[in-house]
């Protein structure tokens, strides 16, 4: 494989089979705005990657002046299409392009980019001082979490259910928790996801394979209902069981693009008769619900949180290997689920 400055010019694919593998990388010159960046540190997002490579769902365009999707003409995808994976990278500016203002050689940065060694590219941004490299990695799960806190409107004294243990989820459990609810139980089926919903502020945790119903036995967590039930599992069966869990009135807020059919959700029983409100929380929609809460002012107030202390990502990313076995263990994200939490490489 080439190399430049020293370091070997190669990425990480995947195909749908979730059989990745590296490939050589190709850099041309660097273009006006763009900084060459060599990786240290990478971290996957397992829920929008999943959905790229196995495209359950047809490939509509969004209409931004209509806000409708276009059905009559899908778009056309390859699902053994080997596809770059991938999230979020950290690492050290090696060159910089003309018109780049604001950063220069040496300057550790961070920004999206998937598993490969070097990067081109004009998204990266200065690491601000005190943010580790896996909270930087942790900010887009971060984002996500806090916008679907604040649709949910958590306030001082209430109680929060959220439904799956990602790293969203996580964040959404420690997030509710800053907010001001004085119980947040974590539902998740692994029993290490719940071990490590504990550190992120849950006062119980639930595995729900273990609850035979589970919308009279919520009554014994939250006897009258939770106040806010934020469903970050994109599971319509999860979303089902949010319906049962939230309190008369409540608001349940599901933060994920659900996929396949919808069999599992059944809008009838407590959603009809307890007046529920289901509030879609997506941070990076435009604009957001709030003047003056742009998804910006909700990634400076993240970076703000993680650098001062106040917010935590325990254990996340994880695992984190290197890049001898980065490819059997982002192989996991499809095949051994429960092992995996955040995949990351350390180059």
């Known amino acids: 494989m080439a190399e430049i400055d020293g370091v070997e010019l190669k990425r990480l694919v995947s195909n749908c089979a979730y059989r990745p593998r590296w490939e050589p990388l190709e850099l041309g010159e660097l273009k006006p705005g763009e900084v060459r960046v060599t990786s240290e540190f990478t971290a996957a997002k397992h829920g929008t990657e999943k959905s790229n490579l196995l495209k359950e769902e047809p490939g509509f365009k969004y209409q931004r002046d209509t806000r409708v999707f276009d059905r009559l003409n899908p778009s056309k995808s390859d699902p053994e299409q080997w596809r770059t994976v991938g999230n979020t990278t950290v690492g050290t500016v090696t060159a910089v392009g003309n018109d780049v203002k604001d950063l220069k050689e040496g300057d550790r940065v961070y920004g999206y980019g998937g598993f490969q060694t070097v990067h081109q590219s004009a998204r990266f941004k200065l690491l601000p001082e005190g943010l ?76 729900p394979n273990e609850v035979q119903d589970f919308g009279s036995e919520s009554r014994k967590w939250v006897p009258n209902g939770a106040d806010v039930t934020i469903e970050a599992s994109g599971s319509y069966h999860a979303l089902n069981l949010a319906l049962q869990t939230t309190r008369y009135a409540g608001t349940i807020v599901p933060l994920a693009f659900y996929q396949g059919g919808a069999q599992a959700l059944n809008l009838g029983y407590e959603f009809h008769q307890n007046q529920l409100n289901i509030i879609s929380a997506r941070a990076c929609s435009h604009p957001q ?11 400076e107030t993240l970076i703000r949180l993680f650098a001062q202390g106040d917010l935590n990502p325990y254990g996340l990313p994880g695992p984190i290997v290197g890049t001898e076995t980065l490819a059997e263990t982002y192989g996991k994200i499809r095949h051994a689920p429960d092992e995996v939490l955040k995949v990351a490489v350390r180059y």
């Open 132 to 207: 580790t490299p896996e909270a930087a990695c942790c900010l887009d799960p971060a984002d996500f979490a806090l916008a679907a806190v604040r649709d949910g409107q958590v306030r001082i004294g209430e109680t929060v259910v959220v439904f799956g243990m990602g790293a969203i989820g996580l964040f959404a459990v420690q997030l509710a928790r800053m907010s001001g609810a004085v119980d947040v139980i974590a539902v998740d089926p692994i029993a290490e996801r719940r071990e490590l919903a504990m550190k992120h502020g849950a006062t119980e945790t639930v595995d």
């Open 289 to 299: 619900r709030e003047l003056y809460w742009e998804e910006d002012r909700i990634v």
